[in-house]
């Protein structure tokens, strides 16, 4: 079977521009230092990501959906004045491991884990407590990205509402979503928690690509 078509955007090269293949693209970025370049999985998001910066695509993750220009255009581009944070748990429960990173740049901001027992959507939960707290450690304003519907519903009701039983093996985790909990009953906060749209988007830039 072969492979989904890409479309790649060349910003800085030989000769930028759009391409229908990494043959061509290589072509046009071959020799040229700093070459700006990047993939695509459609030419419609090819062609809005050669009118805009290069600088807004590069943390971003390949988009994987397949919408209509219209639809597309109605979510624009994420907020990149942001902060994304996801979870990853090999098994449910099983390892689980969260963390944080600058939307635009991807650079992590923070990182707890591995859990030897835990939840996805406890990696999410504390993820969004661990990204409330930062931000207002540091007087930002930036915006908090999540694509976890399960843990922005659990932040706005200031617990975590997993089924998993306490353990020895998930004792130090209890802790933490103690401290989170308790820190959500006893902080204010300004900081707007958005659904991170993946189907727009591609995955979220704190994603671990592990799928």
């Given at each position: 079977?072969?492979?989904?078509?890409k479309?790649?955007?060349?910003?800085?090269?030989?000769?930028?521009?759009?391409?229908?293949?990494?043959?061509?693209?290589?072509?046009?970025?071959?020799?040229?230092?700093?070459a700006?370049?990047?993939?695509?999985?459609?030419?419609?998001?090819?062609?809005?990501?050669?009118?805009g910066?290069?600088?807004?695509?590069?943390?971003?993750?390949?988009?994987?959906?397949?919408?209509?220009?219209?639809?597309?255009?109605k979510?624009?581009?994420?907020?990149?004045?942001?902060?994304?944070?996801?979870?990853?748990?090999?098994?449910?429960?099983?390892?689980?491991?969260?963390?944080?990173?600058?939307t635009?740049?991807?650079?992590?901001?923070?990182?707890?884990?591995?859990?030897?027992?835990?939840?996805?959507?406890?990696?999410?939960?504390?993820?969004?407590?661990?990204?409330?707290?930062?931000?207002?450690?540091?007087?930002?304003d930036?915006?908090?990205?999540?694509?976890?519907?399960?843990?922005?519903?659990?932040?706005?009701?200031?617990?975590?509402?997993?089924?998993?039983?306490?353990?020895k093996?998930?004792?130090?985790?209890?802790?933490?979503?103690?401290?989170?909990?308790?820190?959500?009953?006893?902080?204010?906060?300004?900081?707007?928690?958005?659904?991170?749209?993946?189907?727009?988007?591609?995955?979220?830039?704190?994603?671990?690509?592990?799928?």
């Amino acid at each position: 079977m072969a492979g989904k078509k890409k479309f790649y955007v060349v910003w800085q090269g030989v000769k930028p521009g759009i391409y229908t293949s990494w043959k061509e693209c290589k072509t046009a970025i071959t020799g040229f230092k700093g070459a700006q370049y990047k993939s695509f999985d459609s030419l419609t998001l090819a062609k809005t990501a050669f009118n805009g910066s290069y600088n807004d695509y590069k943390g971003q993750k390949p988009n994987k959906a397949k919408l209509s220009k219209e639809e597309l255009a109605k979510y624009g581009l994420p907020n990149y004045n942001s902060i994304s944070v996801d979870a990853a748990s090999s098994g449910n429960p099983g390892i689980m491991e969260y963390q944080g990173v600058d939307t635009k740049t991807g650079k992590k901001l923070f990182h707890q884990g591995p859990f030897k027992q835990g939840t996805n959507n406890i990696g999410e939960f504390l993820a969004l407590v661990h990204g409330l707290a930062f931000l207002k450690k540091h007087d930002s304003d930036r915006i908090l990205y999540t694509d976890s519907r399960t843990a922005m519903s659990w932040v706005r009701k200031k617990n975590c509402n997993t089924k998993l039983k306490p353990n020895k093996k998930n004792e130090e985790l209890f802790i933490l979503i103690k401290r989170a909990t308790d820190w959500l009953q006893t902080n204010s906060y300004n900081t707007i928690i958005v659904k991170w749209e993946t189907k727009a988007w591609g995955e979220i830039p704190a994603d671990f690509g592990r799928k």
